[in-house]
């Protein structure tokens, strides 16, 4: 029984999150013990046991770094019991966040999908755009964000879009790059079957390199919708009037709930790792629809 | 030529010469190649490594320029052959598409070149039965044979119906009684469908069996060292392989591989 709890994946995980949480408690009490100390101090308390000590760098309001506790039971405050319409539940901000984030992930697998035809299909633009692209993907986003809002402002452009345009502004890269590679990735024999068929370039574009490009493209979008979440949250940083995990985490610094801040990111991981699954999920639909082993 | 009168050339070259530019200097692939091959016949290259066998093979199917000398395929250039799909070629791989089912791989050629849906079903049945993979059509190519997937290769080149066929090395990564069961399979398909074959092998018994001529090459320049002409009867077997007449051939042909390797390995 135990063993092959081993040689599944539950046991070795299970004892992974384990070692992590004990990591995590010990580093609560170590950055939360000053503070601890100068509250006591405070309330004139100076018989207190170490147990006391420890108890109260796990329970703080505001704590450096609040434990897994606290963090879970903030999630279960603001994701169950809090109605989703409220501006002080996370599932109102997560919709924010992943609704942006699809938009983002669409917008930039599509532009990302039609750079790298152009680029395989014409040779003067492999050499004059993929520097460009590689060149976009240098310029930090945070940097960047606030001038994307401003100017799409100006233009009247409000809400979800620029925010999705800043996801998708980092989600089309790793599309571009996996898809260029996938399009090129039919070996010679089979390019030189197409040839003794007389096939044409859209011929050969659709039967051969498209289908020979989907395992890549599958790679590349599940790196491309977490890159597209985290635009997200950078932009909601920028623009947090409309909510969002970026905005929680933004009012979270502001007031120093740090606890509300690792809820938050919890949150957002959760939901990156679900997008990703998702696109998974797909990867396997789709594969194995094309005749992968299973 | 040694064919009877009334065989027309389908392949005719001509002093052909291919000369690749390599960082290294040039290397001559091919060099002043004259060959004539007549239609309904099945002419086997044979050569060591690098002798220009597939080079040959691939000028004929215009996948490489020659860089001198002519060459006509029924009368047109290899380009125009190719336009017209004058031939199938089936490739040392298999290269069939992973993602295709065997039916859909045979079907490709047809879908490239505009068939109905009707008559694109009714071709892969055919050819399917042709190679003896009935009841496959719906498996995916990693779920056959090594074997089995060149048969279906050679189903996909036969698919539309080409006057020519081009085999290179199509057996060489098979083993020994697999490769003889497909070279009896491939005498039987040229006899039924009485279709002019170009054979690259570097094997001296497959080449033997199988061809009515064999053209014998040497490597560096590459270029042929010897015609064999081969009359066994079309309807042979295996058997043949143990009679004199088989085996002097074979001898020829050694004889012919010796004399032409220009250096020990």
């Known amino acids: 029984m135990l063993t092959s709890l081993w040689q599944g994946k539950t046991l070795p995980v299970l004892a992974v999150c384990a070692a992590l949480a004990v990591l995590w408690y010990a580093g609560s009490i170590w950055l939360n013990a000053d503070m601890q100390r100068d509250a006591f101090a405070n309330a004139g308390r100076t018989d207190y046991s170490f147990t006391d000590l420890v108890a109260g760098t796990w329970s703080q309001e505001r704590p450096k770094l609040p434990t897994p506790g606290q963090i879970l039971v903030e999630l279960n405050k603001t994701v169950i019991d809090t109605a989703p319409t409220s501006k002080r539940s996370l599932v109102y901000h997560g919709s924010v966040t992943v609704s942006a984030t699809l938009l983002g992930f669409l917008i930039g697998s599509i532009l990302g999908m039609g750079l790298a035809v152009l680029v395989v299909h014409v040779k003067s633009l492999d050499r004059s755009l993929m520097p460009w692209v590689v060149a976009s993907q240098t310029i930090p986003i945070i940097a960047l964000a606030p001038m994307v809002v401003v100017i799409m402002n100006q233009f009247d452009v409000t809400g979800l879009i620029p925010k999705a345009i800043i996801a998708a502004y980092l989600s089309f890269f790793p599309v571009t790059v996996g898809m260029v590679k996938g399009l090129r990735s039919p070996d010679p024999l089979q390019l030189d079957l197409m040839r003794t068929y007389s096939a044409n370039r859209l011929q050969t574009f659709l039967k051969l390199r498209v289908p020979a490009s989907i395992p890549f493209l599958f790679a590349s979008l599940k790196v491309a919708v977490a890159a597209s979440l985290v635009g997200t949250v950078v932009a909601e940083l920028t623009k947090s009037e409309d909510g969002g995990f970026g905005a929680r985490l933004l009012a979270g610094s502001y007031y120093g709930q740090t606890i509300q801040i690792w809820a938050a990111l919890f949150a957002a991981a959760a939901c990156a790792w679900v997008l990703v699954s998702l696109v998974g999920l797909a990867d396997r639909v789709v594969t194995r629809a094309m005749g992968a082993r299973p | ?265």
Not at chain 2, 31 to 36: G, H, K, Q
Not at chain 2, 174 to 194: A, G, H
Request: proline residues 6%; charged residues 25%.
């Open chain 2, 1 to 265: 030529m040694a064919q009877s009168g009334s065989a027309s050339p389908v392949i005719e070259t001509s002093d052909l010469s291919l000369t690749f530019e390599t960082g290294d200097g040039p290397v001559h692939a091919l060099s002043e190649v004259s060959l004539t091959i007549n239609k309904g016949e099945f002419v086997s290259l044979i050569g060591p490594s690098g002798c220009g066998k597939t080079t040959l093979l691939r000028v004929i199917a215009d996948l490489e320029q020659p860089t001198d000398g002519t060459i006509s395929i029924n009368g047109m250039s290899p380009h125009e052959a190719r336009l017209k799909r004058a031939y199938g070629y089936v490739f040392q791989a298999p290269a069939l598409y992973p993602w295709r089912t065997i039916g859909k791989n045979i079907a490709l050629p047809l879908e490239i070149m505009g068939f109905s849906k009707e008559e694109r079903a009714e071709r892969v049945r055919k050819g399917l039965e042709l190679v003896q993979l009935t009841g496959f059509e719906k498996k995916f190519p990693w779920q056959l044979s090594g074997g089995m997937q060149q048969r279906a290769s050679i189903a996909r080149a036969l698919s539309f119906d080409p006057d020519l066929l081009l085999m290179d090395e199509p057996f060489g990564a098979l083993d020994e009684i697999v490769r003889d069961k497909l070279n009896e399979q491939v005498l039987r398909l040229w006899e039924k469908t009485q279709k002019t074959v170009v054979f690259v092998t570097h094997s001296i018994p497959e080449a033997v069996f199988l061809s009515t001529k064999i053209v014998v090459m040497s490597p560096r320049p590459g270029k042929i060292h010897d015609v064999i002409e081969c009359h066994f009867p079309r309807d042979r077997t295996l058997d043949i392989r143990e009679t004199s007449e088989f085996i002097d051939v074979a001898n020829r042909v050694r004889q012919g591989l010796r004399e032409g390797h220009s250096y020990v390995d």
